[in-house]
């Protein structure tokens, strides 16, 4: 049999699991959800969720993915035999599928973004206004869209994803950079403070049941668990290494990360008198705005776009990625036409959520609209009860035996992991999740 492909190094690894993890999730969906959600109880919220409840599930599947050694369905298999376990590998399929449908739209607001601040045509008055009349256009998203997942696509079937997580390990640190700079300039100007307050003192009318899901979906989201994608890439993990280490590293990343975006966008909100309630839209209003205020800005802001997109990109192969090794169940030979296929197949379920900014926008779907529930059926419903699963699969099926040996930390540190993925993380998706029910029924 085929020796199965491994990391060459931890910092591969290390490397893809936060290329994974920061994207979208920290740059583009936080600040959004902060802005919408009442601000600081949504950011503490979140910091809660990620610690108590998305490292706990991360270390789950590094753990059950490097013991599986396999694709998900067949690690689930081989681990439970003669149990339904692996159907968690068709979920974490499904979800993916419709997680990558949307995000490949925003993929490609950030190809437009990026496009057009190539051609100096980001110079205008109003940035709300140019943005929307950006996303309504029907043409342009499609094809950005679809440029994206055709970037995606070729990435993955192409083997060349080592080079690109190579190269996101200085493309990282750089973005990192450009963060703290824009920052500074945005706490700089006047009437920031008031976006800081915004972030941190907290107004606890916002504190209820959908707020505590969105900010559970919001860590699940961004540190991309629940849905096996963290599995696979465990699954081509050698023995020796250490789990504990990189699931904290790369949570530590993704909460520092998104509260430095917080104070990127927040502060030049309530400066420039922009509303936080923008929604999705919210940083490609403020970014531009904020590089209007700094000497050479336009230059900075290309530089800064193809940061993003890259940030993006080790995202978006990752769901890709899933959604392939799942499908095609280890028959490498596949692996490129399956790549396009399904990528292809991604892209006309996203052509609705595209669209839903311009053509379709008079669609609802329980009130919102098509994007919205995609990212409803995503954030809300499928992460939190493939996380579910996850844990209660690491908690009882896995025996302590077997987990303690993966995990080699201190005796103490494995069974508080142990205690937390059978009996404290479940219980606390169950209670928020009922918590949502009541409230979406009352
Ligand atoms: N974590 C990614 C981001 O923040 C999104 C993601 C979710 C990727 C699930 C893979 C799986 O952009």
Redesign the pocket.
Same mark, same amino acid.
């Given at each position: 049999m085929k020796q199965r492909d491994q990391w060459t190094s931890k910092i591969g690894f290390v490397l893809a699991a936060a290329g !994974?993890?920061? @994207?979208? @999730? +920290?740059i583009w969906?936080f600040p959004y959800m902060v802005g919408t959600n009442g601000g600081s109880v949504f950011v503490l919220l979140f910091i809660i969720c990620t610690v108590a409840i998305g490292l706990p599930i991360l270390l789950a599947e590094f753990v059950i993915g490097r013991k599986g050694q396999a694709d998900v369905v067949t690690s689930l298999k081989k681990l439970a035999p003669g149990r339904l376990w692996y159907m968690l590998g068709w979920m974490g399929l499904a979800v &993916?599928f419709i997680?990558l449908s949307f995000?490949s739209v925003v993929g490609g607001w950030i190809l437009s973004y990026l496009a057009r601040a190539i051609t100096l045509r980001l110079d205008v008055a109003d940035h709300s206004e140019y943005f929307n009349s950006i996303i309504s256009n029907p043409l342009e998203v499609l094809l950005a869209q679809a440029v994206f997942m055709g970037l995606t696509i070729w990435i993955v079937q192409s083997g060349i994803r080592g080079g690109i997580e190579r190269a996101s390990r200085w493309m990282m640190p750089l973005l990192f950079i450009f963060f703290i700079i824009l920052a500074i300039r945005s706490l700089t100007l006047d009437g920031a403070m008031e976006g800081v307050r915004f972030l941190f003192v907290p107004d606890w009318s916002y504190f209820t049941g959908t707020t505590l899901l969105l900010a559970l979906g919001q860590a699940f989201? !961004?540190? &991309?668990v629940g849905?096996t +994608?963290m599995m696979t890439y465990a699954s081509y993990l050698p023995k020796e290494e250490q789990l504990g280490q990189s699931a904290v590293n790369v949570s530590i990343l993704n909460i520092v990360i998104s509260l430095l975006a917080g104070l990127v966008i927040f502060p030049a909100v309530f400066a420039l008198g922009q509303s936080p309630a923008e929604g999705p839209g919210l940083i490609f209003v403020i970014l531009p705005a904020i590089f209007s205020q700094i000497p050479f800005g336009n230059v900075f802001m290309i530089v800064f776009f193809i940061l993003m997109l890259f940030a993006?990109l080790t $995202?978006s192969i $990752?769901?890709l990625e899933i959604v392939v090794s799942t499908g095609i169940r280890q028959r490498h030979e596949r692996r490129k036409s399956a790549a396009w296929v399904f990528g292809i197949l991604i892209f006309i379920v996203g052509i609705p959520s595209a669209l839903s900014f311009g053509a379709l926008s008079d669609v609802q779907i329980f009130g919102g609209s098509i994007f919205d529930f995609a990212d409803t059926l995503t954030s809300k419903i499928g992460m939190p009860l493939g996380a579910l699963c996850i844990s209660l699969f690491a908690g009882f099926v896995l025996t302590k035996a077997q987990t303690d040996a993966e995990l080699r930390m201190h005796p103490i540190m494995n069974a508080l992991w142990k205690f937390l993925v059978r009996f404290v993380v479940p219980a606390a998706i169950i209670v928020i999740f009922i918590t949502w029910i009541i409230e979406l029924s009352a």
């Amino acid at each position: 049999m085929k020796q199965r492909d491994q990391w060459t190094s931890k910092i591969g690894f290390v490397l893809a699991a936060a290329g !994974s993890a920061i @994207g979208l @999730g +920290a740059i583009w969906k936080f600040p959004y959800m902060v802005g919408t959600n009442g601000g600081s109880v949504f950011v503490l919220l979140f910091i809660i969720c990620t610690v108590a409840i998305g490292l706990p599930i991360l270390l789950a599947e590094f753990v059950i993915g490097r013991k599986g050694q396999a694709d998900v369905v067949t690690s689930l298999k081989k681990l439970a035999p003669g149990r339904l376990w692996y159907m968690l590998g068709w979920m974490g399929l499904a979800v &993916s599928f419709i997680l990558l449908s949307f995000y490949s739209v925003v993929g490609g607001w950030i190809l437009s973004y990026l496009a057009r601040a190539i051609t100096l045509r980001l110079d205008v008055a109003d940035h709300s206004e140019y943005f929307n009349s950006i996303i309504s256009n029907p043409l342009e998203v499609l094809l950005a869209q679809a440029v994206f997942m055709g970037l995606t696509i070729w990435i993955v079937q192409s083997g060349i994803r080592g080079g690109i997580e190579r190269a996101s390990r200085w493309m990282m640190p750089l973005l990192f950079i450009f963060f703290i700079i824009l920052a500074i300039r945005s706490l700089t100007l006047d009437g920031a403070m008031e976006g800081v307050r915004f972030l941190f003192v907290p107004d606890w009318s916002y504190f209820t049941g959908t707020t505590l899901l969105l900010a559970l979906g919001q860590a699940f989201f !961004s540190l &991309s668990v629940g849905v096996t +994608a963290m599995m696979t890439y465990a699954s081509y993990l050698p023995k020796e290494e250490q789990l504990g280490q990189s699931a904290v590293n790369v949570s530590i990343l993704n909460i520092v990360i998104s509260l430095l975006a917080g104070l990127v966008i927040f502060p030049a909100v309530f400066a420039l008198g922009q509303s936080p309630a923008e929604g999705p839209g919210l940083i490609f209003v403020i970014l531009p705005a904020i590089f209007s205020q700094i000497p050479f800005g336009n230059v900075f802001m290309i530089v800064f776009f193809i940061l993003m997109l890259f940030a993006t990109l080790t $995202s978006s192969i $990752s769901m890709l990625e899933i959604v392939v090794s799942t499908g095609i169940r280890q028959r490498h030979e596949r692996r490129k036409s399956a790549a396009w296929v399904f990528g292809i197949l991604i892209f006309i379920v996203g052509i609705p959520s595209a669209l839903s900014f311009g053509a379709l926008s008079d669609v609802q779907i329980f009130g919102g609209s098509i994007f919205d529930f995609a990212d409803t059926l995503t954030s809300k419903i499928g992460m939190p009860l493939g996380a579910l699963c996850i844990s209660l699969f690491a908690g009882f099926v896995l025996t302590k035996a077997q987990t303690d040996a993966e995990l080699r930390m201190h005796p103490i540190m494995n069974a508080l992991w142990k205690f937390l993925v059978r009996f404290v993380v479940p219980a606390a998706i169950i209670v928020i999740f009922i918590t949502w029910i009541i409230e979406l029924s009352a």
